[in-house]
Every structure is written in C-alpha cells, then in structure tokens.
C-alpha cells in the first residue's frame, strides 16, 4: 500500500470513427460542398503520398495504453467492504481480494489489465501509507 505501480490494459473499442471524432479536428465552414466532418486536404501534391501525420478516419479504441505511475490505495481480501449495493455498474459484486488504485485506469470495467513496477518512478515515497478513511456504499444505480 501506498507503492506506485504501472497499469497496462486495452482500452474501451469506440469501432470506426470518422477524422473530427477520431482526431478532433475543426468542422469544415458552412459553404463547403456536401461534407463538414473532413478535413480540408490530405496534402500537397509532393511528394505524392499521403504522409503518416495527416488525421483520417478509422479504428479509434481497443488499443493497449499504459498508465504511468498509479498509487495503491488499499489491498483487501473481503470484496464486501468496497462493494456498494446492487453492485457496481456494468461489474457486480467484487467477491474475491481487490486494489484500490488513485487515478483512472484504460478499459471497460470487465477487462483484464497488468499491474507492474514503475518503470519511470517519481522517486516521492511516502512516510506511510494513505489511510482511506471512507468508502462509499450507496447504491451507484441511477445517479
């Protein structure tokens, strides 16, 4: 409790999306012809390729990222004293050991991810572990 970890995982699959979704990029002006989520150009006419740093459309999510430098809150064997009622959503009732861990971390609530040692490690270590004084237990349903 309190170590910093790194947290791997694939992230939650959006299937294709098109450049403004994908990229962010501006709508195009009101006066364009037919089109306003594309972007203007592709490129310059050389060199004649289209070059690997121009946004297009196409598969958004699903990737593996890992998340740098998360903190552990707590380790408990007993999935009953973080459990709110009815469960969380999308997940149920933890029933087995769990980690608590600050920060957000990639994927939908079922997923697998990997906990490892920081590769990066910001060298703050605490002088003792962070004491969660409060876990929440009303029911996540319809908020």
Same mark, same amino acid.
């Given at each position: ?41 592709? !490129?310059?006419? =050389?060199?004649? *390729? +289209? ?6 459309? %196409? ?5 593996? &990222? ?25 997940? !149920?009732?933890? =029933?087995?050991? *769990? +980690? ?6 990639? %994927? ?5 991810? &990997? ?29």
């Amino acid at each position: 409790e309190g170590d910093m970890i790194d947290v791997a995982a694939i992230t939650k699959g959006k299937g294709w999306q098109g450049v403004t979704k994908r990229w962010g990029t501006k709508l195009l002006m009101h006066k364009n012809s037919k089109h306003r989520r594309l972007i203007g150009t592709l !490129g310059t006419k =050389r060199p004649n *390729y +289209v070059r690997p740093t121009v946004p297009q459309g %196409g598969q958004m999510g699903f990737h593996q &990222r890992t998340e740098l430098n998360k903190r552990i809150l707590k380790i408990g064997d007993k999935g009953e004293e973080v459990t709110p009622k009815g469960g969380f959503l999308h997940y !149920g009732d933890v =029933r087995n050991s *769990y +980690v608590i861990i600050h920060g957000s971390i990639p %994927g939908p609530s079922k997923r697998l991810i &990997r906990l490892r040692q920081p590769i990066r490690d910001t060298g703050i270590k605490l002088p003792e572990a962070p004491q969660v004084t409060f876990v929440s237990l009303e029911s996540k349903q319809g908020v």
